[in-house]
């Protein structure tokens, strides 16, 4: 009897797909309140709030394409550089003061104050957002890891990650931003915790190794299956 492959273990990737999620969300409870000390108001914090998901939805499918043909852990690590390099623009501008700021003339339209760190947070999440794709990239190398018997296990276990820091961000962030450093905290926190992923990814994850004859390509009219909804 052929001895079965021992599949590489789950852990690395449930993590970094809880830190993508956590990250996302650990921002959410107190960013209106940043918005408020750089001086911007409700239509600025709407454009903050949506230029993540936007630039993701900019990002997500590119990174996808890359993921295919140069491995998901290398895409994986230069996504979570990305979110790295978002949270610390990030952190830095927390340190600028509110007042720093400069003029912007437009013909037609005349002459706009721009705030150095409103304009900043901007940056640091259209950064985070364009090389944020590290959720969907794991859930192609899940795929990569799952059989027919196995696959609706996974992904239940990818959901549990998924929604796990969907509920520990928003409290991380009202615990620590709780404290007289403000946002300082829960933004370091996440810093650190995209850190300990870049860490994961490159001395624990291994590569997915799936050759082209072997990728599931769901035959038509079987979309459910896609979602685990049909055995």
């Given at each position: ?71 998901r852990k290398k895409i994986l690590l230069l996504s979570n550089i990305g979110t790295s390099i978002g949270w610390l623009i990030f952190l830095f501008a927390l340190f600028l003061p509110s007042e ?132």
């Amino acid at each position: 009897m052929a001895s079965q492959v021992k599949q590489p273990s789950l852990f690395p990737i449930l993590l970094v797909n809880f830190v993508g999620t956590l990250g996302f969300s650990i921002v959410l409870p107190f960013l209106v309140f940043v918005v408020m000390k750089f001086g911007g108001n409700a239509i600025v914090y709407g454009l903050l709030a949506a230029t993540y998901p936007a630039f993701q939805l900019i990002g997500s499918p590119l990174l996808g394409k890359w993921s295919d043909t140069y491995g998901r852990k290398k895409i994986l690590l230069l996504s979570n550089i990305g979110t790295s390099i978002g949270w610390l623009i990030f952190l830095f501008a927390l340190f600028l003061p509110s007042e720093e700021s400069f003029n912007i003339y437009i013909p037609f339209l005349g002459t706009f104050v721009v705030i150095v760190p409103l304009l900043l947070l901007f940056l640091a999440r259209a950064i985070d957002g364009i090389t944020g794709g590290n959720i969907s990239i794991a859930n192609a190398y899940l795929s990569d890891l799952s059989s027919e018997s196995t696959r609706s296990k996974n992904f239940g276990k990818m959901a549990i990650s998924s929604n796990l820091g969907f509920i520990i961000g928003p409290a991380i962030a009202g615990i620590l931003g709780g404290t007289i450093y403000g946002a300082i905290l829960p933004v370091l926190a996440a810093l650190i915790l995209s850190l300990i992923t870049i860490f994961v990814i490159v001395f624990l994850l291994r590569e997915s190794k799936l050759p082209p004859k072997e990728i599931l390509v769901p035959e038509r009219g079987t979309i459910r299956k896609v979602f685990s909804q049909e055995c």
